[in-house]
């Protein structure tokens, strides 16, 4: 796949002039062409020891290229591990610790983010990564090597946290379930939906870490929750208990690692229960110091959970959230504060004209600076509202006509939401404002 006359192996640490980052690096200094362009691909891990079978499963998606570990604090604990210790042969394994968000302009640090065919986000403090790399040449760099280069990505604890569309960016610090639970207003939640890391199969997706200890299922639907009450989006949920492993393939197939039996390590995939025909589902009770409830018969939420086992082989499809292998489903719900999971089945999917979705309307161009041009395929009444970032309705009309035009051009830069509601659907499109 990719070869050099010349090969120098060593391994060296550098701390630049201004402090800003440190870098250790391992391997072979010179960076080689990898090819054919690597699949790409996209591992999640639950925050305590890495599942080194997950991590063969991430470095052979590198194709045999440079690896970079990116972290906000700790050394170079990843280099040999990942290096030597699995053997996955790759051309260099290099980490660099961000000490401060300044480094997200250094030339080298880019560079090596442009050259990486695999980055891996170490645990930490995910505001951290947030705040040193959203909206810097960082993301646009790691977004760019995902779209066009093939570069597979994966993080642990924060840097799983990180991974979706929507992320818990831990701004005010972490929540609890119980907190959450008993107030969705609570000031530590803070959901963020700017954009950052652009994983294809995980835009409508929150993630969280850590799920066994402690248990965090009440705050995951919490999060769920205002996702949809403030976005408008029934957005969905992947989690890993602390030992487990997701790795998704460029197909949308996500495998399942872990060493169960012998262990209680699962991973889970959640999702609005597409039996239930009420348009938003939105929660029962939603207000300010009052416990949750997002009931629905005890059945709002649908939750696949899936053994990790060492070769992976349980599965779930991401392209139609209902598909696997190994795992069983439980109906999720919270009434009055109180989380509560039963044993379920798998939900039967039948076209829902309810269900939020984009057939029939075309929207362009996205991302803009002007104007969104709406078309639809049939005629008929319908109510159209821009929501911005906050939920906040910036814009809206009603109309019974096939097309209309939409300017933005006095709108400050930013995601937006086009909500589209008619007798029969409701549907949901993400507008970027360059």
Not at 167 to 186: H, I, K
Not at 333 to 360: K, M, Q, R, Y
Not at 390 to 412: C, K, M, N, Q
């Amino acid at each position: 796949m990719k070869g050099l006359s010349v090969f120098l192996a060593c391994s060296i640490s550098f701390v630049s002039l201004a402090q800003s980052y440190t870098s250790y690096f391992t391997g072979n200094t010179m960076d080689m062409i990898v090819s054919p362009t690597p699949p790409g691909g996209i591992c999640l891990m639950g925050g305590a020891s890495e599942n080194d079978e997950a991590m063969k499963w991430f470095l052979t998606r590198a194709y045999g290229g440079d690896v970079l570990v990116i972290r906000a604090s700790g050394s170079d604990g990843y280099n040999d591990y990942l290096y030597t210790s699995l053997g996955v042969n790759v051309n260099s394994v290099e980490t660099i610790v961000f000490n401060n968000s300044s480094a997200a302009f250094d030339p080298y640090v880019q560079d090596r983010i442009s050259k990486a065919e695999a980055i891996w986000m170490a645990g930490g403090d995910q505001w951290d990564y947030v705040s040193y790399w959203r909206n810097t040449p960082i993301d646009s760099l790691i977004n760019d090597g995902i779209e066009n280069r093939g570069m597979a990505i994966g993080g642990t604890s924060a840097g799983m946290a990180v991974q979706g569309g929507y992320y818990f960016s831990a701004e005010n610090g972490t929540v609890t379930s119980t907190a959450a639970l008993q107030n969705p207003f609570d000031t530590d939640i803070t959901v963020d939906s700017a954009a950052f890391i652009k994983n294809s199969y995980l835009q409508d997706v929150i993630t969280d870490t850590h799920y066994d200890s402690p248990d965090r299922k009440g705050r995951h639907v919490v999060f769920l929750a205002h996702i949809l009450q403030n976005y408008g989006v029934n957005a969905k949920g992947i989690a890993c208990n602390e030992y487990t492993a997701v790795c998704i393939d460029e197909n949308g197939i996500a495998r399942v690692y872990g060493e169960y039996p012998q262990y209680d390590e699962f991973a889970y995939f959640i999702a609005k229960n597409c039996e239930l025909n009420d348009i938003g589902i939105i929660p029962e009770v939603y207000t300010v110091g009052s416990p949750l409830t997002w009931d629905y018969s005890g059945s709002v939420l649908k939750a696949y959970k899936v053994p990790g086992t060492m070769s992976g082989t349980n599965t779930f499809d991401l392209n139609d959230w209902t598909t696997g292998t190994g795992g069983e489903w439980f109906n999720w719900s919270v009434d009055a504060g109180t989380f509560v999971e039963t044993a379920s089945s798998e939900p039967i999917c039948t076209i829902n004209t309810n269900e939020l979705s984009d057939e029939g309307v075309f929207i362009y161009p996205n991302p803009t600076e002007d104007f969104i041009a709406v078309d639809f395929s049939s005629m008929g009444k319908r109510s159209i509202q821009l929501l911005d970032f906050h939920g906040r309705i910036v814009w809206s009309t009603e109309t019974a006509l096939s097309s209309l035009s939409i300017d933005v051009s006095d709108f400050p830069s930013g995601i937006y939401h086009l909500r589209i509601a008619s007798d029969t659907e409701i549907i949901n499109k993400r507008i970027i404002r360059n």
